[in-house]
């Protein structure tokens, strides 16, 4: 089945940056990564940035908006997520989540979603 890769994540100070990559295992028309999603331990998954595959619109959660930037690649069907400014309240595993069709609603919710990949710590020490 097709298989989501993310990598970028890592170990930074406050104020740092990260640049996350989703890159998926097979390049098809059935293959729109277009959210990111992020888990911190015993909390509940909660989206953090979504972007139109078409019209490229952005959406952010408001914990990340102004320092966070979602961004995508059409040929090499991958998603970027690039964090700025980072904050310990930012650690968590961060997940990339794609859909079959290049349209979904709503764009923020995780249930829309399928596939997604294994995640990629983030860890944001003060």
């Known amino acids: 089945q097709v298989q989501l890769v993310e990598s970028g994540g890592g170990l930074v100070q406050a104020g740092g940056s990260l640049r996350l990559s989703c890159a998926p295992s097979?390049?098809?028309?059935?293959?729109?990564?277009m959210g990111w999603f992020r888990q911190a331990p015993g909390k509940e998954r909660e989206f953090v940035a979504a972007?139109?595959?078409?019209?490229?619109?952005?959406y952010y959660s408001d914990s990340v908006k102004g320092r966070f930037t979602i961004s995508r690649d059409n040929a090499k069907k991958m998603s970027y997520l690039q964090m700025n400014r980072l904050k310990p309240e930012d650690t968590a595993v961060y997940y990339c989540?794609?859909?079959?069709?290049?349209?979904?609603?709503?764009?923020?919710?995780?249930?829309?979603?399928?596939?997604w990949g294994q995640g990629t710590q983030v860890t944001v020490s003060s």
């Open positions: 989540a794609a859909s079959k069709s290049a349209f979904i609603t709503p764009i923020i919710s995780p249930e829309s979603y399928d596939y």
């Open positions: 097979a390049r098809t028309f059935s293959v729109y990564p």
């Open positions: 972007i139109n595959w078409i019209i490229t619109n952005t």
